[in-house]
């Protein structure tokens, strides 16, 4: 024992440490499942059918065995929700908080957080149920209320490789904007508690029923994927279920309300255009999202949708301060940014299912009807649209729903043929006019209805000194900025 | 002493202040002000609602010195601050019963 040195200990521990390792890499490196190494190489069956389940993913169909999620429509879906929430956060919120005066900006801003808090509130009880579950052809049942059931696995009644849950949060961002849109046509004189019971009510009697009816997958408008829809129409990102509905919505709304005090006497100008550009760049990058995101996948119909919406807001953009050149001699930054945001408007139901021509024909439509909405109906008929929600929403979603009949084509979107080749192209269009009635009506109806009992409840409007003093002050006790004053 | 107040166009500033100071005059106050005159404000088009603006912005420059200086003084500022077109402004001289410099305690004709 004496002549065994230190280093030979070391020596044989170090080989005994190396044989361990070694032994513990072969082990990891063999299959975890010892009967595995026992089990038959997959037969030419069973690879072709494995194969053809990623194939199925890359090509966006419907897998026979695989159930999970897809990387890349899961990515490109979870993107879209973000951008989507960036239209309203902040792109609607600025485009609207430039356009209100500035006592009021702090108002707008508010009513499009609290929208996003209170109706993401209502996704998680009970509102993604009413609207993608199975149930009636109005409205869904409770399966998925507190979003139960929804995991990361696909709802094939949806989508093939998008987690259902990261679906819901999607659809959630609509269900956020489209509220908020409607606060531009009654800005500056509602309050928010008003405005806050309002949404609550609309979310349940306007827009869960209708989302269900154009995108449930037992909807009664929903032409596309349900071979029993009672009415074959299309729309495939929301030109009635949000433009219309809002739009609208808003309109009636603004009509019970009532115009703001001094409104055709005093000017109301906008206080910061710049803010209003900026949101408008943000709401035409979000609506990427909004309407490539319509695809629910990352395929060659979403990518068909980023063109046609690319194409259709540039145009429009152009063509309405075109027309001010033309009708009034000076093209304005507010005219670029309201022929965007209509162009935006008019191709969100036709985005996946018209070409590049087709896009074109909506800019330029895009550009001129709602223009002459904006810039006739309010001085002939006399209402307080303050920031143009009908004009631009109501007016340009009806505009797009109908367009849409007439031009989509199965060549863009080959789902077009599975329910509705025979009209496709044909009669299409007298479906959507069906659509367009069924949204207006209950737009409308419920709008007037909710608005009575939210005015006898709570009533709608601050006091005459607190519109007049503003509603930052009114109803939020705050200063929208401070920057210019002498004191502090 | 006069205290010299003038309403003049805002972009008329730089060319007002050259001026005074070719005249002598070593200080002056400048605000930020809106206001009409006779001639009212202008129309806005904003999607297809014109409004009529009363309110114009304007720039109010004032400025204190001796009454020998009065005169020159608003001579200076008609020249530089007319364009002939209406909304050019008005000057208004009034009175000073004294003037003090902090800095110093200099008084009156000492302070300005």
Known sequence: MKNITRTTVAAVLAAW??????????????????????????????????????????TNGTPKTLQSSGPG??????????????????????????????????????????????????????????????????????KFAFLSGVSALPNPDYAAWVSQNVFAMYQLMFAIITPSLIVGAIAERMKYSAIMLFILLWMFIVYFPLAHMVWGVDGLMNGVWNAKAAIKAIDFAGGTVVHMSSGWSALTLCLILG????WGSRAFLPHSLVLTMVGTG?????????????????????ANAFMTTTIATAIACCVWPLLEWVTRGKPTVLGFCSGAVAG???????????????AVIVGVLA??????????????FKYDDALDTF??????????????????????????????AGIVRHTLWLEQLKAIGLTLVLSVGATALIASIVKAVIGLRPTLEGEEAGLDETDHGEVGYHYDEVAG | MKKIEAIIKPFKLEEVKDRLRQVG??????????????????????????????????????????????ADVVAAISAAAKTGKIGDGKIFVTPIEEAVRIRTGERNEDAI
């Open chain 1, 259 to 262: 115009k703001r005090k001094g």
């Open chain 1, 344 to 358: 935006l408007v008019v191709i969100t139901p036709a985005t996946g299912f018209v070409n590049a021509t087709g």
């Open chain 1, 17 to 58: 440490l190396l044989v361990v390792l070694l032994g513990a890499g072969v082990a990891f490196a063999q299959s975890p499942t010892p009967a595995a190494a026992a089990a038959a190489p997959p037969t030419n069956a069973e690879l072709a059918a494995r194969l053809a389940d990623v194939e199925a993913y890359v």
């Open chain 1, 391 to 420: 004009g631009v929403h109501g007016v340009g979603g009806t505009l797009g729903a109908l367009v849409t009949g007439f031009l989509a084509t199965p060549e863009v979107n080959a789902n077009l043929n599975t329910n509705l």
């Open chain 2, 25 to 70: 005059v070593s200080g002056m106050t400048v605000y930020e002000v809106k206001g009409f005159g006779r001639t009212g404000g202008k129309t806005e088009v904003y999607r297809g609602s014109a409004y009529v603006v009363d309110f114009v912005p304007k720039v109010r420059i004032e400025v204190v010195v001796p009454d020998s200086m009065a």
């Open chain 1, 282 to 302: 943000m709401l035409w990058v979000g609506w990427y999202g909004f309407n490539a995101g319509s695809a629910v996948a990352a395929d060659g119909i979403a």
């Open chain 1, 73 to 142: 429509h899961n990515a490109w879906m979870m993107t879209s929700s973000a951008l989507v929430l960036f239209m309203t956060l902040p792109g609607l919120a600025l485009f609207y908080g430039g356009l209100v005066r500035r006592k009021n900006v702090l108002s707008v801003l508010a009513q499009c957080l609290g929208c996003a808090g209170l109706v993401t509130f209502l996704w998680w009880l009970i509102g993604y149920s009413l609207t993608f579950a199975p149930g009636s052809s109005i409205l869904g049942g409770a």
């Open chain 1, 367 to 380: 550009g001129a009807v709602p223009f002459l909405a904006c810039t006739k109906l309010k001085s002939i």
